[in-house]
Nanobody
Framework: QVQLVDSGGGLVQPGGSLRLSCTAS????????MGWYRQAPGKQRDFVAT???????NYVGSVKGRFTISRDNAKNTVFLQMNSLKPEDTAVYYC??????????????WGQGTQVTVSS
């Protein structure tokens, strides 16, 4: 099967930076869209950013100019560089990807989540 493992979260002061990583492993034929979502306590999971296999990106308005999504297709990895972090960015961040399995269909997968806390 396929596993997404995300990492890189932590505690950071307002204005600081973090870089999240997410790597897919398993019987992978191709990976299409990859992205990041976040869920704050007591709230629904919200879209943050996505990137296509060709490198086209899309961001939620609140992170534009502060966050950058990128990917390394050779390593099946997506990154989220987060700069100028604000307390309202505090959430569990989840990686998401559309993955075609070898000899099978395309499915949507989630990582286990990594906690990002922005606080002084």
């Amino acid at each position: 099967q396929v596993q997404l493992v995300d990492s890189g979260g932590g505690l950071v002061q307002p204005g600081g930076s973090l870089r999240l990583s997410c790597t897919a492993s398993g019987s992978i034929s191709n990976i299409y869209n990859m992205g990041w979502y976040r869920q704050a306590p007591g709230k629904q999971r919200d879209f943050v950013a996505t990137i296509t296999s060709g490198g086209i990106t899309n961001y939620v308005g609140s992170v534009k100019g502060r966050f950058t999504i990128s990917r390394d297709n050779a390593k099946n990895t997506v990154f989220l560089q987060m700069n100028s972090l604000k307390p309202e960015d505090t959430a569990v961040y989840y990686c998401n990807a559309d993955i075609k399995l070898r000899g099978a269909n395309t499915y949507n997968y989630w990582g286990q989540g990594t906690q990002v806390t922005v606080s002084s």
